[in-house]
């Protein structure tokens, strides 16, 4: 028998379905393979991590967390595709942390240059350089790049498993595994003889992986259609769990209040009359805050409030003015980058018109749906976490080093997730759970922060400043020399997460900014470092998020001062540099029925942004209705190389969208007294729908190389419509959000 123990204790354990016997395959594409997650038993075969097979049927093992973006369902669509399975017959779980299920994809962030130029054997060399993620354990789910990372292990992994069992059924029925073909999950004989896969399991556990080509395009059932959700069921019917719906046998519940002054220590507390509410077990000291154990959540919630508390200063100025004027001082130093030099920016061509711009943005949290949870249970020689996390390894490490115990003896459960943004790839929820369960060792406890916890103690997507100066000649653009300053949101994750620097020029600090695919003859940009203790993270399209709406608001800019219709001063810097790119921006001039000149009382606008490998062009429209503006229309073409669900795709562009209109509308964290704030949503409103515009997206498949969907559709939105509210007003707004400028609908 197999030693269930072994197997659950590796996390294949989702409610009350577990991995059980029988044989699994998987592969990636590296040197020396991973260890495999599972340990297999007397009569089993666990050959490689992503397929498993046994009595019960066919399971899928997808380890990337689903957070809305529908990765699930294609990761299993990319298994199923090859392996012959039907998506409404296999089960899907969730992989444990494991080396093996390393994110291939993030050596992108590794390789310099533009993105859009990028060769074949560049590609592929960014591809290789990309599985150095195994020997740092690096499973997380990010970057937009799951697809990417998956769409060639994954197939393999299916085909694979195909031809095994093929091999299994021709060993057992005495013909040729060439004479055999496979559907729905059998192998099916010249005889019309049928073999379920299930069936084969045992024999297949011991026989030698066979290796497959994978199958043409053409021949494909579910990658390039459109595909109905895994999860789609149990989100109608409110049985997929989350972390803030696990429920364990003996719970108890808990509630933290942290110091507002982010970063700052906790002098001291007095919780005296927080001890004698009934139902309050324990008060836990957390250091710079202080945590409160009791039969159910909203009591300690209310004891967190009986406490009271002296807190420390900030460690940073106090003020949102002081803190940009922090921000902009970073110009006085040196760059930290100039990753793009092209000409000669200090020559203005004799006779150009030289057009000059400062911008500002402001943090923005990530204000996920599902606050900050999770459940722990620590025992002295094992912990279990239960909660949903973009990076699962890093989850494990940071805990069992709260917990000082080995990484093999804490098992992470990743439930589904509701929000990411980045906020979920931090580690402090699931550490600050770690340490609360220490205090009542054999017992499961949940923390659940307050809405008001969560919105005060994020890491923001950082407050940036961005000075442009450029020039324009006989309606060409000539010049564009720009800087932006702001924190570097991965240079301090890499830090607080592990110690370690970042070295060289920070590449994520200025994409967006130096890789957008314009032929301008003479083209600077630059990158400085604000030093500042205000913690910041990934937020949903990282560097991009901010630096689209410095670059593209001041093309806008210097197409006006050319005397350009914007939208073709774009095509005509961006035809001969990048097709795909342009052709992006062609089509939502046909959707849109672009002309360049809009009636009395409706303004439209144009931008641009290739990120994550995909180019995405948008045109937004704003209409005033009797003095309030309301966002009416949008419009969208993006180019991902290959779509692999086209609708799902749509969703996700439409998503990021109306993500980066939100923000450029209405969004911002501010400082006060060293202070959030922003407490609730009432103080953080978001796009709603009734302020939210109708809108049409198109999908192309121009680009050489795939790329990715969640994150790409955020960056544009928000110039496009800066761009739409000046064609409307006539004034030029150079600070988010919007509503600081303008009358908008909210």
């Known amino acids: ?35 495999n997650p599972l340990k297999p ?62 994110n291939s994809a993030f050596g992108d962030y590794t390789v310099f240059g533009k993105g859009y130029d990028r060769g074949e054997w560049q590609h592929a060399y960014t591809e290789a350089i990309g599985h150095v993620a195994k020997l740092v354990n690096l499973q997380i789910t990010g970057g937009s790049a799951s697809t990417r990372d998956g769409f060639v292990r994954l197939r393999e992994a299916g085909a694979t498993a195909r031809e095994t069992l093929k091999e299994a059924a021709a060993q057992r029925l005495g013909v040729s595994r060439d004479s055999l073909r496979t559907e729905g999950g059998k192998v099916i004989a010249p005889d019309g003889q049928e073999l379920t896969y299930a069936q084969l399991a045992e024999d297949a556990a011991r026989v030698n992986p066979v290796d497959a080509p994978l199958r043409d395009a053409s021949n494909w059932r579910y990658l390039g259609k459109p595909m109905d959700r895994i999860d789609m069921v149990p989100k109608a019917t409110g049985t997929a769990e989350f972390g803030v719906d696990v429920r364990l046998p003996g719970m108890k519940f808990a509630a933290l209040r942290m110091n507002p002054r982010l970063g700052g220590n906790m002098l001291s507390f007095d919780a005296s009359a927080a001890s004698e509410m009934p139902g309050v077990e324990q008060i836990v000291d957390l250091g710079r805050g202080v945590a409160v154990i009791a039969t159910n959540t909203w009591l300690a919630v209310q004891a967190c409030d009986a406490i009271g508390v002296e807190w420390g200063p900030a460690p940073y100025p106090e003020t949102s003015d002081a803190i940009y ?44 749906m599902e606050p900050m949870n999770a459940t722990a249970r620590f025992t002295g020689d094992a912990l279990e976490i239960w909660c949903g996390t973009q990076a699962p390894t890093l989850v494990q490490w940071d805990c069992a080093k709260r917990a000082g115990l080995e990484t093999d003896q804490v098992t992470v459960h990743t439930t589904y997730l509701g929000g990411g943004f980045g906020r979920r790839a931090e580690l402090d929820f699931a550490n600050l759970a770690t340490q609360v369960a220490m205090a009542m060792p054999g017992t499961p406890v949940q923390l659940t922060w307050t809405r008001e916890e969560d919105m005060t103690h994020g890491f923001y997507r950082p407050a940036a400043v961005a000075r442009m100066s450029g020039a324009v000649l006989d309606g060409q653009a000539v010049m564009i020399d720009g800087q932006v300053a702001a924190q570097p949101p991965i240079a301090q994750m890499a830090d607080r997460m592990a110690g370690l620097p970042l070295m060289g020029p920070d590449k994520v600090l200025v994409e967006g900014f130096y890789n957008q695919p314009y032929a301008v003859p003479n083209y600077r940009m630059r990158g400085y470092l604000a030093d500042l203790a ?67 009382g409706v303004g439209r606008g144009v931008a641009f942004c290739y990120s994550f490998g995909t180019s995405v062009a948008q045109v937004v429209e704003v209409v005033d209705e009797d003095g309030t503006i309301r966002v009416n229309k949008a419009w969208l073409a993006c180019d991902p190389g290959l779509a692999v ?27 006060a007294d060293g ?13 709603r729908m009734h302020t939210a515009p109708e809108v049409e997206i198109r999908i192309l498949e121009n680009n050489a190389h795939m790329g990715g969907a969640g994150e790409p559709g955020t960056p544009p939105a928000m110039p496009a419509l800066g761009n739409a509210l000046f064609d409307l007003t006539g004034i030029r707004a150079r600070e988010l959000p919007f509503i600081k400028t303008f009358d908008l609908l909210i």
């Open 41 to 102: 038993g007397d009569g089993e075969a666990a050959l490689n991590p992503f397929v498993f097979i046994d009595q019960q049927g066919v399971t899928l093992i997808t380890p990337r967390a689903e957070m809305g973006q529908g990765v699930q369902s294609t990761w299993a669509a990319m298994i199923a595709e090859e392996l012959d399975v039907n998506l409404d017959d296999v089960r899907v779980l969730h992989g444990p942390p494991a080396k093996a299920y390393y």
């Open 645 to 671: 669900d086209p609708e799902n795709i749509k969703a996700q562009m439409f998503g990021g969208m109306i993500f980066g209109l939100s923000a450029a509308c209405f969004e911002e964290i501010s400082f």
């Open 534 to 600: 205000v913690p910041v993270g990934i937020w949903r399209s990282v560097g991009n998020s901010h630096n689209a709406f410095f670059q593209e608001t001041f093309i806008d800019e210097m197409a006006h001062a050319a005397g350009r219709d914007p939208l073709e001063f774009r095509l005509e810097l961006m035809r001969t540099e990048h097709a795909p790119s342009a052709a992006c921006l062609e089509a939502v001039r046909e959707m849109s029925g672009w002309t360049g000149k809009t009636p009395d």
């Open 675 to 687: 202070q959030v704030e922003q407490l609730n949503y009432p103080d953080y409103p978001l796009m």
């Open 325 to 368: 004027a922090e921000i902009a001082r970073s110009f006085d130093g040196r760059a930290n980058s100039r990753l793009r030099n092209d000409g000669d920016v200090t020559d203005l061509p004799e006779g150009a018109q030289r057009i000059e711009a400062e911008y500002k943005v402001p943090y923005l949290a990530h204000a996920t």
């Open 1 to 35: 028998m197999a030693s269930v123990g072994k197997i659950l204790r590796r996390s294949f354990l989702i409610g009350s379905t577990a991995i059980v016997g029988g044989v699994a395959f998987g592969a990636y594409a590296v040197s020396r393979p991973a260890p």
